[in-house]
């Protein structure tokens, strides 16, 4: 984007009808071009890269700090000291906490310049009208601020984050080893717990992730059932680490992994046959020659919802430049860009235009790539032939069995799952 | 059953037309229920033998009067025949023959006869021979055998 | 030289020794080494485990001791990894990357709970407290008249409050997070509460308080969710984070230990097998030094006596009658000299005994030879008894048979059949009389007309075929004389005998064939003459071939003849130094063979 275009979209923006405390922000923006605002964003190595970051100053003009941690660090940062930050950039399954921490205030839709583009999943819950509703925290449920400052589904112009990046997960298997399944009918949640894979298996270590991947697996195999997967009752969870103990006494898991290159490495090294995976992993992995495949399960996925949330703390200038930097996200480029590492956007049409159309095929369409494609390495990670597991962008989303969750026994699975890790 | 068929049925293996003559003379002569068969070589006797419980008209004998040597099988092969078979054997046999040769003797108690007799040179001899030894296997109670044999 | 051979040998087999101990030394060294090592990685195990555990009591309890522990492990540590970072192993590294990864996460949580029970501890209970006394104050100076409306709504608020507080001490100590948002729900009440007095109020200090009432309200809260937000913050470090960690150096530590056994175990096979290859070695040329000393000092000793020892032997030798015996070469005409030439006299009389010996034995070989030829005859014999005896018994057999039938049909009065038998009799006697001559016969063939001379076949059968010119019509046979049949040395009478013989069994079959013929031919061999008598009957049976030459064999009974016409032809070629031999298959026609040595008698 030149500077013409940037002139183009402040207009535009304005025209929009952003409200008077925009207009009068906007000559203050403009006119203080020699100070530029600095907005400090504070998020996971997800989504803060470094290539987002150049592409947004140079586009915005604005400059941008980018803070990333893990993600416990960035969640208690963002708590405890609210006005460290501007924008906090994180998943949806901790958008409780920081509602009930007062460290974020509610977005106005009428400020977001592609609101109505965004699609019915965040909005509704349903991608489209025959996809089912994973059990957990849907976004949806958290999206709207209430008349009672708590969050529902009831729409109102006031949300507690803005829906960007959002992706279906499963489990990464190595295909040279493990035969081919075919998605959606024979691959399944199980294959974490077939003995026959003994030793070579780990969850990512996260009980807000990796113990819905164990949960979806015994469930799958018959071993436990739930009320309500999405929220575990005590006694459940006894029972769930019961089984996952048992397993990693017999030698079943060979551990679990806290970072995706970790992950990788496991695989790498013939440590792992199958396991937990985020997207980003099965591409660096079949960047580096290894034929692993991200399973489509029939169980169903694990979704997760980015989002991108307003500090409580943030005001005047820092919120607006804050406004433009949301709006710079949906605007098409960042979610061509993440769109190669696997991840979809919540305003797809926007972003078709700056990818390929091999590109636009093979990530959202699940049709077979008919030319090698690259991933945000550079590296070749799709080979003509290949299909995305799973199929389209809305096939997958049809198939959500579970979303990532903050259970009100978090506590509780915390202790459980120390247990679970050193046996 | 006719009466006939009770008669009792001796073979007799003789290539000597005159021996067989006096022998038969004798024979009927004494016994009138003696059912007499007479083969002038060894061929001719073995395939009777040989038929003997699968055509219906050749019955089991009650007393076999073998000569040593005969033409074509010899005396001592029939007698190997007659007392491997798993019927034949329980016929007694008779060896009649001219020679008294300690050797053959001894080959035909070897081969199973039952007994050995050396035709006489007397003038009543012949008789006297022939009625001893048919008396005697008279005495025998295998009669019965061989008519269960024959039904 | 020998000597130097062997004594290098034995260097060698010292040197071997030397140098296999040496090795055998350092294995054992690293194989203790290594088992010390194992030792070590146990020991961080169960380092791992019990910081794990001080960590988790320090999480909970809260207890400074546990975390004065998980600090005096971790230095422990520290200490065993440096120990072993000699090994060169990258485990180690791995190991030392993670613990520390493990301690400054701890230091975190530490950092953490402190905060959180200051936080509990001090801040928390001091907002509560100030709440409730503002409150508690608030109530105090409420006017008279909608007192008890108002009292009873602020004692409401109070008790709300305190209902916060005890969910608030119910989260920390069960850590249920529904209590957090209950608390929080609370909280909200009881600030809608105050915020329906402010409404009301009009005096200036009570708004006043309950201003400042809401504050603390609001710093009740703050803190309130902070603790929380500290509890889950370290209670993910420690649970989860430290907990990957650990578990990574547990895993790393557990494979080293495998690795240790593993190089335990290779160095205990190569110790056994090194000890093992070593003995072998040593024995085998231990052996070798003990043959090679052998053959040296059985060598020398030989060149000194070897002469000697020939001498006796030789001597030896002839004793035992050999004329074969070595005579040693030896020149010098010493004691041994003269020895060596009595050994050649020894020798020599030893060659005469034997020759002497052969010539007795060739003598007794004869002597067997007749014995065995008599041994023969006398078999012969025997068998010729036993067959004339048991043939010629047979006519008489039924001679007196028949005769004892006349007299039984004679006593019958049967005279007429009496008569008619007698006939048999007479026939019987015939017979016998028949068989009697043909033994004579028999037995002249080499006794009486023993004669031989040149004897021209062609001549012979010529006349011999004109004699039997009426015979022959009668059955019709057709006799073929072949011509150039040779001239054998033979008895005339004899051999015409044999032929005639032939041509009478011949004729007594040729009833049974259409044209019947009979060739008599020649065929010429380097050692002997073969005269062959060949004829379209109806041929004998391979079984038969030996049988027809015994005395008195028919093969019919009903022939004519005794059965003696072919044990005479035998016995006459017998004589000749020949043999016949018979060539037929039934129904093929026969063919005899007479076979004539050629004259070298």
Given at each position: ?423 | ?151 | ?601
């Amino acid at each position: 984007m030149n500077k013409t275009n940037r002139r183009t979209f402040l207009r535009k923006s304005a025209s929009f009808g952003l409200g008077v405390t925009a207009a009068l922000s906007f000559p203050n923006i403009v006119s203080g071009l020699n100070k530029k605002p600095t907005i400090k964003v504070v998020g996971t190595h997800v989504t803060l890269q470094e290539k987002l970051r150049k592409k947004a100053e140079k586009d915005l003009g604005i400059i941008i700090e980018f803070y990333p941690g893990g993600s416990a660090e960035v969640i208690l940062k963002a708590t405890t000291n609210p006005s460290s930050f501007d924008i906090y950039e994180q998943w949806s399954n901790s958008i409780k906490v920081l509602w009930q921490a007062n460290a974020i205030q509610p977005i106005e839709t009428k400020k977001l310049k592609y609101w109505s583009e965004i699609n019915d999943l965040t909005k509704k819950g349903r991608i489209s009208p025959k996809a089912n509703i994973g059990l957990g925290d849907a976004p949806y449920k958290l999206l709207y601020v209430q008349d009672n400052e708590t969050l529902g589904a009831g729409a109102t112009d006031r949300i507690s984050f803005m829906p960007y990046v959002h992706n279906t997960d499963s489990f990464g298997y190595n295909s040279s080893i493990i035969e081919r399944g075919v998605p959606y009918e024979t691959e399944s949640w199980s294959w974490l717990l077939d003995t026959r894979y003994q030793g070579k298996v780990a969850l990512v270590n996260a009980p807000t992730i990796g113990l819905f991947d164990a949960a979806l697996a015994a469930k799958s195999l018959g071993l436990i059932d739930f009320d309500n997967m999405g929220n575990m009752t005590r006694k459940e969870v006894d029972e769930l680490f019961k089984i996952m103990i048992d397993f990693k006494r017999r030698g079943h898991f060979r551990g679990v992994w806290s970072s995706v290159p970790h992950s990788v490495e496991l695989m790498e090294t013939g440590q792992v046959v199958i396991q937990s995976m985020f997207s980003p992993g099965v591409s660096a992995l079949k960047g580096k020659g290894i034929p692993c495949i991200y399973a489509a399960p029939k169980e169903g996925y694990r979704a997760w919802h980015g989002v991108m949330c307003l500090s409580a703390k943030s005001a005047g200038e820092q919120r607006e430049a804050a406004y433009m930097f949301m709006n710079w996200w949906l605007s098409g480029w960042p979610g061509a860009f993440i769109a190669r590492q696997g991840y979809y956007i919540s305003n797809p049409e926007r972003s078709r235009p700056f990818m390929s159309k091999a590109e636009w095929d093979y990530w959202y369409e699940g049709k077979e790539a008919t030319e090698p494609l690259k991933g945000t390495d550079g590296k070749v990670s799709v080979n003509p032939g290949e299909i995305r597991t799973g199929g389209s962008y809305s096939k997958r989303f049809e198939n959500v069995a579970i979303w990532n969750t903050v259970m009100d026994t978090y506590e509780y699975t915390l202790l459980k799952w120390n247990e679970f890790v050193l046996t | 059953m006719s009466e006939k068929e009770v008669q009792r049925l001796l073979l007799l293996v003789e290539d000597d037309d005159d021996h067989a003559e006096i022998a038969g003379y004798y024979i009927t002569e004494n016994y009138r229920d003696i059912n007499l068969m007479r083969f002038s070589d060894g061929d001719i006797a073995m395939k009777y033998l040989e038929k003997i419980g699968e055509d219906e008209d050749k019955k089991y004998p009650w007393l076999i009067f073998l000569d040593l040597k005969v033409p074509k099988y010899s005396g001592f092969e029939i007698l190997s025949f007659l007392k491997s078979h798993r019927m034949l054997k329980r016929v007694p046999v008779v060896i009649f023959t001219t020679s008294s040769a300690n050797k053959d003797i001894t080959e035909a108690f070897d081969k199973g006869a039952n007994s050995y007799i050396s035709k006489p040179i007397e003038p009543e001899g012949f008789e006297t021979t022939i009625r001893q030894i048919v008396d005697y296997w008279q005495t025998n109670q295998h009669m019965h055998l061989i008519s269960s044999m024959n039904q | 030289m020998g000597f130097i051979a062997s004594a290098l040998f034995s260097l060698t087999i010292i040197l071997v020794a030397f140098v296999t101990f040496n090795g055998t030394t350092k294995d054992f060294i690293d194989f203790v080494a290594f088992s010390k090592h194992s030792q070590n990685d146990m020991a961080i195990i169960k380092n791992i485990s019990e910081i794990q555990r001080q960590a988790l009591v320090f999480t909970y309890e809260g207890y400074l001791s546990a975390a004065e522990a998980v600090h005096n492990i971790h230095s422990d540590m520290l200490e065993q990894i440096s120990s072993v970072k000699d090994r060169d192993n990258r485990r180690v590294g791995v190991i030392e990357r993670h613990l520390n990864a493990y301690f400054e996460t701890f230091q975190q949580v530490e950092k953490e709970r402190q905060l959180r029970t200051e936080l509990v501890n001090l801040g928390f209970r001091n907002a509560a407290t100030r709440v409730e006394n503002n409150i508690v104050t608030y109530m105090k100076q409420l006017p008279g008249a909608d007192v008890s409306t108002k009292k009873f709504e602020s004692q409401r608020v109070l008790n709300r409050l305190l209902q916060v507080e005890k969910n608030v001490i119910r989260y920390f100590d069960t850590l249920d997070a529904s209590n957090i948002s209950i608390a929080k729900e609370s909280i909200t009440e009881v600030k809608r509460g105050l915020d329906s007095f402010l409404d009301r109020e009009e005096e200036s200090d009570s708004v006043e308080l309950l201003r400042q009432t809401k504050h603390s309200l609001d710093t009740y809260e703050s803190i309130f969710i902070e603790a929380v937000q500290r509890t889950r913050g370290y209670l993910f470090l420690v649970n989860v984070v430290m907990a990957a960690e650990a578990y990574e150096i547990l895993y790393n530590a557990k494979k080293m230990i495998e690795e240790s056994n593993r190089e335990m175990e290779t160095i205990e096979d190569e110790i056994i097998s090194t000890i093992y290859n070593v003995t072998k070695f040593l024995l085998v040329t231990g052996s070798v030094m003990i043959i090679l000393f052998v053959f040296f000092s059985y060598n020398i000793v030989r060149s000194i006596t070897e002469p000697v020892l020939k001498l006796a032997n030789t001597f030896h030798e002839l004793t035992q009658g050999s004329k074969e015996a070595e005579i040693p070469l030896y020149e010098l005409s010493d004691e041994i000299g003269s020895l060596t030439k009595a050994a050649s006299v020894f020798k020599e009389k030893n060659r005469e005994t034997e020759e002497l010996l052969n010539k007795s034995l060739m003598l007794t070989k004869e002597l067997e030879k007749n014995k065995a030829e008599l041994e023969r005859s006398n078999d012969e014999l025997e068998q010729f008894v036993y067959t004339v005896s048991h043939d010629l018994k047979s006519p008489l057999v039924t001679s007196m048979g028949f005769i004892g039938i006349i007299r039984k049909l004679a006593d019958q009065g049967k005279m007429n059949q009496a008569v008619e038998k007698l006939d048999r009799v007479v026939k019987s006697n015939e017979r016998m009389s028949q068989l009697i001559n043909d033994l004579l016969e028999l037995s002249r063939v080499g006794r009486i007309d023993k004669d031989k001379k040149p004897v021209d076949l062609n001549e012979m059968l010529t006349t011999f075929k004109d004699n039997q010119q009426t015979r022959l019509e009668r059955v019709g046979l057709t006799l073929t004389i072949k011509p150039q049949l040779p001239v054998i040395y033979a008895n005339e009478s004899r051999i015409l005998q044999v032929f005639e013989n032939i041509l009478s069994n011949t004729v007594k079959y040729a009833v049974q064939s259409d044209s019947p013929f009979l060739e008599i031919g020649s065929k010429e061999e380097e050692d002997h003459y073969l005269i062959y008598c060949k004829d379209n009957g109806p041929g004998i049976p391979v079984q038969y071939h030996k049988k027809i030459f015994g005395l008195f064999y028919r093969l019919g009974s009903k022939q004519e003849g005794t059965g003696i016409g072919l044990t005479v032809v035998k016995k006459v070629m017998n004589f000749h130094n020949g043999e016949v031999q018979v060539e037929s298959e039934e129904g093929k026609g026969a063919t005899f063979w007479l076979k004539f040595p050629k004259k070298k008698e």
